[in-house]
């Protein structure tokens, strides 16, 4: 590769960071989730009592404040605060990326078969998915945890059902409008199979708005998750869960108000983070989700 | 397309969807691990006995047969007993559903009586502190489960400041005279008891505020965006011109247009606070159905699974439909798209 070729990439990147820097907001989004990430990767080493994740007790250490070296108190078995909640984050981003994993691509697909493919194909899907929209969300999950097993997988599993529909709504529409696109009508043209004018021509297009839409979802789903797990529905004991250590909490309030509140304020923050970053993102990619 | 053949249209999409969701449910509740005679009748059980039993609940019939009882139960609103307590579904949810249906109605009206005025206040002082302020507080509701508003509430106003009380819908030893309702508002009010009214709205000051709040939010950040796109079209310039108010350019000329989208979004909002009273119930212990949906969730308790999640899908289906039906009223091109579709 040559300086000539680098050039443009280098140049294009540039606007591209100052397009989304220009937002304050977008920023502090991007740092908040790049923070979290790393302090969930590196948790062994970033926090001051990892043992304290699972299954730990230390009566002499019970119900403490904020202080040191508990910067964010224990509970009521003597586990520190901090480290749990930063434990708890790795559930809520296994959550958040699992769910896109599954959901993404099957709404995505749907989505492309149903916008191009009109006649049967596009009535059948649009109105199953018109059904799943119908329902609210959290009487879905609730229906599909009453089948199973309340833990982790099987609430991803509950969020992910609720989740595809809307990807096939957003891919339906924007395919609806670039199936006329000249490149498209080109593609057909010179006899491209559906498969290549899908996925090559169409699916391109339509990634930046599903990368945005990802992006603040991520928040959306980890909300879901963490209420999912407050209602006892979601990850058990004695994993570390931040929506299931507001719940256990809230059974001694007020005195030992740590126990619920920081956790509860971790949700706050990590969503937060997704949600600036997906705004700075849409609005650099100047798509409407 | 005339507005009362789109109502006609509506009528039958949401029956439509009102089918879908039984059906759903049917087939989630169909392959619920272990069967339910036998939950019902305990591990003593004989043989024979779940086998009558299984005949009485129909369960030895083919899908589509025993798919024709359950549906048929649920138009006469008889969701069958609950296998644990042998109490009818619907006496159940008749207790409960109406203290739920309160605290969603008043956030309801919250969210649209703060959220928008809000919204309005942040738009015509745009890019000043107003606008900041009701935008960082709009960026808050939007990004807090409503689980967390209710507890850092409950700290602040009921146990560090004692201004409210704590939990429950009303004090102990006030009792509405008639249970006629079941809800507060019209049982105290329908008796003349204006003190239970008023106690009432104390203890629902709390958790109606939590459950609004993030609806407020999106209330607040709609009206708001959706009048600064209005605010640069030609025509509030012309109205400018002539010499109209900015008050009135404001409240008329920006809010009528802007309300099209807010209404569409807010429907879907008040929709979803049913669900999120699940969260803010369990922590005010509000005596509605979150409880009960829960406990009946963890012990596979099959019929009250379905009432809920049935009585949750009518009462979105229900929301949708009315929140169609004033938005095909506020703006004719609506109707007028789905006669194109229809071509």
């Known amino acids: 590769m040559n300086a000539v070729a680098v050039a443009p990439a280098r140049e294009h990147l540039r606007r591209t960071w100052y397009a989304f820097s220009r937002n304050g907001g977008s920023v502090v989004g991007l740092g908040i989730v790049v923070a979290i990430v790393l302090l969930t990767t590196f948790a062994p080493w970033l926090t001051p009592f990892p043992r304290h994740a699972r299954a730990f007790t230390d009566f002499e250490h019970a119900g403490l404040p904020p202080g040191r070296p508990y910067a964010l108190g224990t509970d009521t078995i003597g586990r520190d605060i901090f480290t749990r909640v930063v434990f708890g984050y790795r559930f809520s981003l296994l959550l958040g990326v699992v769910v896109l994993t599954a959901a993404v691509p099957t709404g995505v697909l749907l989505g492309l078969l149903a916008g191009y493919y009109r006649g049967w194909p596009e009535t059948v899907i649009m109105r199953i998915t018109d059904i799943f929209l119908s329902i609210p969300p959290l009487a879905l999950a609730l229906a599909i945890m009453a089948v199973l097993q309340p833990n982790l997988q099987n609430a991803m599993l509950a969020v992910s059902a609720m989740w595809w529909p809307w990807y096939t709504r957003l891919v339906y529409g924007l395919v609806s409008s670039l199936r006329t696109e000249g490149y498209v009508q080109a593609a057909q043209i010179v006899g491209a199979s559906p498969a290549h004018i899908l996925l090559r021509e169409i699916l391109p297009n339509c990634l930046p708005a599903v990368l945005t839409k990802m992006t603040l979802d991520m928040a959306f789903v980890i909300l879901i998750g963490s209420s999912l797990s407050f209602l006892g529905l979601g990850v058990q004991p004695p994993d ?10 809230a059974k001694y309030m007020p005195d030992l108000w740590w126990i619920s509140v920081f956790p509860g304020l971790a949700i706050l923050v990590v969503v937060l983070g997704f949600s600036l970053l997906g705004d700075g993102l849409r609005d650099v990619f100047g798509v409407e989700v | ?21 039984s059906i759903l449910i049917f087939m989630i509740a169909r392959v619920i691990p272990g069967d339910p005679a036998r939950i019902a009748l305990g591990p003593l059980a004989s ?43 619907a006496i159940d949810l008749r207790d409960l559903f109406p203290a739920t249906l309160e ?41 807090t489960p409503a689980f967390v508003w209710a507890i850092v509430l409950m700290l602040v106003f009921a146990y560090a400041l004692g201004v409210l009380p704590v939990a429950g819908r009303l004090s102990p030893g006030l009792v509405p005279p008639s249970a006629a309702t079941g809800t507060v508002t019209l049982d105290a009010l329908l008796a003349g008891n204006l003190r239970a009214y008023l106690d009432f709205l104390r203890h629902l000051i709390l958790p109606s505020v939590s459950l609004s709040l993030a ?29 109209i108010s900015e008050s009135r350019i404001a409240l008329k000329y920006m809010l009528k247009p802007s309300m099209i989208p807010t209404v569409t979004i807010l429907g879907l909002d008040f929709a979803a606070l049913l669900g999120n009273a699940f969260l803010v119930e369990s922590v005010f212990a509000w005596p509605g159905i979150a409880r009960y949906g829960v406990e009946v969730i963890l012990r596979k308790d099959l019929n009250a699974i379905v009432a809920v999640v049935m009585i949750m899908g009518l009462f979105f289906v229900v929301i949708n439909f009315c929140i169609d039906m004033l938005v095909g009223y506020l703006d004719p091109r609506i109707r007028l798209r789905q006669m194109e579709d229809a071509a």
Not at chain 2, 118 to 134: K, P
């Open chain 2, 47 to 89: 043989r024979s006995q779940i086998e009558a039993l299984r005949a009485q609940m129909h369960l030895d019939e083919p899908l589509y047969v025993q798919y024709a009882y359950y549906l048929a139960g649920l138009l006469r609103g008889d969701f069958g007993e609950s296998l644990y307590t042998h109490r009818a579904v």
């Open chain 2, 215 to 243: 609806g407020v939010a999106q209330a607040a950040r709609l009206t708001r965006a959706s009048m600064v796109d209005v605010a640069g079209r030609p025509y509030i310039e012309a109205a400018r011109a002539f010499g």
């Open chain 2, 103 to 143: 605290l969603v109605f008043y956030s309801g009206l919250l969210m649209v009586v703060i959220g928008v005025p809000l919204g309005i206040v942040a738009a015509v002082w745009r890019d000043r502190w107003v606008d900041h302020t009701v935008r960082l507080v709009s960026l808050a509701g939007v990004v």
């Open chain 2, 1 to 21: 397309m005339r507005y009362s053949t789109f109502l006609i249209q509506r009528v039958l999409l949401s029956v439509l969807v009102l089918l879908g969701l």
């Open chain 1, 240 to 249: 570390p869960d931040l929506g299931t250590m507001v719940a256990d909490g």
